[in-house]
RNA sequence: CGGAGUGUGGUGUAACGGCUAACAUACCUGGUUUGGGACCAGGUGACUCAGGGUUCGAAUCCCUGCACUCCGACCA
């Protein structure tokens, strides 16, 4: 894409309203729109970056057997009532509304009735089991208090699936799948160096949920860390007993501040029993539906990734996530000579090949073309100029680092080959 | 939902109760410049969040509402 076209702009002042890290360098570097708390747009280069977090969530979910669907955001009010969820007193981060002709709906803020209601309709029998439904959609809670830029946001795209199995056993062996998954899906985006599976309450129906927390100030979370065994407990279920329970050394445990970026949970008949969600099983028994749900909040995770992996510059995405794979710029404003028409080529040439390049052809100075590009945060930055071409070629240098290198454009396009994930 | 604070050109800020609401940036014109947010000249752009009130006079003081931010509660 030519930058020429990108009608964001940088900005160097962050608007007086935000305070969170993510908010600033994202609404600076012209990621996102702030339309009100805890209601972000995402423009061209946001979304750029949603779509890669998503793409590697659904290569990990398809490959542990999920399976793709959408379901309504607009719910009806008996459905809530079958799980007692409807009621204010109960749930009072809701987004109501009514039809024209009065019927009350709400804008669902969670998945479990939408699956359980609908799918009374597609199990019936144990060889219908188990499936493993899954969506990406917006999600919609009227939060009394939004806060962190897009880490909690009153309308946010997430990322929920649901695990329906035939009995507990069948159910595990899904649930231990799901973890690797999720393990597999923070290290891919960058993070999952300070990423810790955590336990956390579990309700009803186990002893833990588990909570992916990613190490930053600013989370909401606080964890306690066995950095030995790579696993972290949640304050709220931290004692003793648990400790023990999972063979921790109490010495070593670190407390850190922590943003939970993603869970997984086990619901056992919770949500399976007033949908009376059933199949016949093998015996010709009528038996419920053993249930587990798998959130990520894409957006969290995106605002988590600008907190984590930013300088004072701007933000540092990783290669998955990055708007582009490339920064091309161009120096010099003499826009019919030879370097302008070398620029172009190579633009024209990586674009060819399938390799995503953000080519600065605008009219600036060389200053304000390389604060932007540390601003936007595009992992590597390949810089034409008379310079350049002088000293053999063109010049690239890693956004995270102070280095930079002239290499021949023959080396350039081998070695950036299309980005494939 | 409790507590605290803040609302001024697109953005960031300034202005004692008193001249035509100032400065920077962004934007537009022209010129010059091109390896770390260039320079010169000119220009557009604000009923100071909304509605009331006090006053000869309100961006400034008071009231109400709304919005935003922070702390706490909540987060299925």
Redesign the pocket.
Known sequence: MRQSQLFT????????????KNAILLIRAGYIHKE??GVYSYLPLGLRVLKKIEDIIRNEMNTIGGIEMRTSIIQTKEVWEKSN?WDDN????WFKTELKNGTEIGLS??NEEAYSSMLTQYIHSYTDLPIYPYDFKNIF?N??????GIM?GREFYWKALYSFSKDDAEHQEFYEKAKQAYKNIFQNVGIGHITYMTFASGGSFSKFSHEFQTITEAG?DTIYIDEAKGIAINKEVYTDEVIESLGLNKDKIIEQKAVEVGNIFSLGTKFSEPFNLSFTNESGEKQLVTMGSYGIGLGRLMGTIAEVLSDD?GLIWPTSVSPFSLHLIV???DKEGDTYKKAEEIYNELTKKGIEVLFDDR??????K???S??IGIPMRV?V?D??IAAGGV?I?ERKGDK?EIITIEELYKTYKPNCE
Do not use: H, Y
Not at 9 to 20: F, L, Q
């Open positions: 702009k940088t900005r160097k002042e962050a608007p007086a309203n935000e305070v969170s009100m708390a969820r109960i749930v009072d981060n803020f969670t809670r939060e009394t208090r939004s806060k962190s909690r909401e510059k120096l010099g404003k009219d600036e100075s060389a200053g304000a390389f604060a932007d540390d601003l810089v100029s310079k350049s010049e240098k930079s």
